[in-house]
Structures are given as structure tokens and as C-alpha cells.
T-cell receptor, first 115, second 115 residues
Framework: GAGVSQTPSNKVTEKGKYVELRCDPI?????LYWYRQSLGQGPEFLIY????????DSGLPNDRFFAVRPEGSVSTLKIQRTERGDSAVYLC?????????????FGPGTRLTVL | AQSVTQLDSHVSVSEGTPVLLRCNYS??????LFWYVQHPNKGLQLLLK??????LVKGINGFEAEFKKSETSFHLTKPSAHMSDAAEYFC?????????????FGKGTKLSVKP
């Protein structure tokens, strides 16, 4: 079956521009997570959703970052006024629920480069 | 606060020899612990998870890990390395056993396998 998909796979933008990154979770998965992986580091949590609502957005670095999941399926991570430090791979994951025994299934990521 | 420390950034073994990737954790609660693998240009994949009583956890591809509360360790092992095991491995902690919430990743250990 289809896994988690993310689009675009690569995004190059200029400093100060606005970008949107999309995540399509596995069908039926109610929980959706966003992580950011900088070069040479492990992924860092940004935000997660249970259904349509953001259950925890404590990992968002500042108010330039925002994410939505209006219908409880597809999610969009939005970054305003991009900075060079935002360059990273943005990972999305989904799981059937929030219980610890549920595996998070990761997408291939979107590589964002801010020039 | 919860954290994981992967003690080696890079491990190199010969094909057919044992693999040991070390991880120590810090958690205020009884944690859930995971190992994920990331092959080049592929998404993160769950190798194994510890969420309950069984301290020796078996995962995919012959990997296993032992939860040692007294040592706060969760080292990953495999008796005999294959070339296909070459990848980046992440030790991961989830803050509580009850729900996943955000996963906290270590910085990763790159495993190289020599012919």
C-alpha cells in the first residue's frame, strides 16, 4: 500500500520567500507529525496533530513556522520569510494513533534549501 | 527532560562480524525506546521498539536491543553484519509509555560495513 508521501522532494528558495511543504499520510492514520533534520543531526520534533487539531506545537522554532491539517488528512507546513538557517530536510510521519505501541511511518522528506 | 545519547558517531565493522551501536537514555518517566534506520535517500524505518516488560527486544533484519534500566542503556546489536546494513541508525525515546507525542532522536550513528 501507499506510504507517507511528501511534496516537493526538493525545494530551493531565496531568503525572505514563503514556502509550503505538503504531507500525505497513510490513509486512516489519525496522528501526523512534522520533524526537521539538519545536516549531521537526528530529526527534531516540530509539531504533531491528532485529527485536525495541533496536539503539540512546542517544537516550532518561532512564529514564522505554521502547520495545518484542515480535514484531518493532508497537512501543510508553512514557513514565512525563510532564512538560510531553515535549510534542512523536513520529515513527515503518520501513525494509527498516539499510543506508544503505534509505529510512526516516515515519508522520504522534503529537502529545503534557502539561498 | 528526556534525551538520548548515541556514544559513537561512526562505527565500522567487517561483513560477518558483530555489530554494537550504543545508546544511553535519560528520562523522568518510564520511557518507550526505539531504534530507527535511515538508508541513503530513503525514509526512516523502525527497527525495533521497547514499550513494555520484555527487556530483550527483537527487530527486523536480525537486530535486537536490550533495555537495561540500571545502566540506562538500550544498545543495538546484530550477530553478523551484512553489507546491506550500512546506514545511519538513530536511538529514539518517547517521553512516556502511555502516548507517543514527540519522538526525541539521538544524533545518529553511521554504520559502515567493509567487505
Amino acid at each position: 500500500g501507499a506510504g507517507v508521501s511528501q511534496t516537493p522532494s526538493n525545494k530551493v528558495t531565496e531568503k525572505g520567500k514563503y514556502v509550503e511543504l505538503r504531507c500525505d499520510p497513510i490513509s486512516g492514520h489519525t496522528a501526523l507529525y512534522w520533524y526537521r533534520q539538519s545536516l549531521g543531526q537526528g530529526p527534531e520534533f516540530l509539531i504533531y496533530f491528532q485529527g485536525t487539531g495541533a496536539a503539540d506545537d512546542s517544537g516550532l522554532p518561532n512564529d514564522r513556522f505554521f502547520a495545518v491539517r484542515p480535514e484531518g488528512s493532508v497537512s501543510t507546513l508553512k514557513i514565512q520569510r525563510t532564512e538560510r538557517g531553515d535549510s534542512a530536510v523536513y520529515l513527515c510521519a503518520s501513525s494509527p494513533g498516539l499510543a506508544a505501541y503505534n509505529e510512526q511511518f516516515f515519508g522520504p522528506g522534503t529537502r529545503l534549501t534557502v539561498l | 527532560a528526556q534525551s538520548v545519547t548515541q556514544l559513537d558517531s561512526h562505527v565500522s565493522v567487517s561483513e560477518g562480524t558483530p555489530v554494537l551501536l550504543r545508546c544511553n537514555y535519560s528520562s523522568s518517566y518510564s520511557p518507550s525506546l526505539f531504534w530507527y534506520v535511515q538508508h541513503p535517500n530513503k525514509g526512516l524505518q523502525l527497527l525495533l521498539k521497547y514499550t513494555s516488560a520484555a527487556t530483550l527486544v527483537k527487530g527486523i533484519n536480525g537486530f535486537e536491543a536490550e533495555f537495561k534500566k540500571s545502566e540506562t542503556s538500550f544498545h543495538l546489536t546484530k550477530p553478523s553484519a551484512h553489507m546491506s546494513d550500512a546506514a545511519e541508525y538513530f536511538c529514539v525515546v518517547s517521553p512516556s509509555r502511555g502516548s507517543q507525542g514527540n519522538l526525541i532522536f539521538g544524533k545518529g550513528t553511521k554504520l559502515s560495513v567493509k567487505p
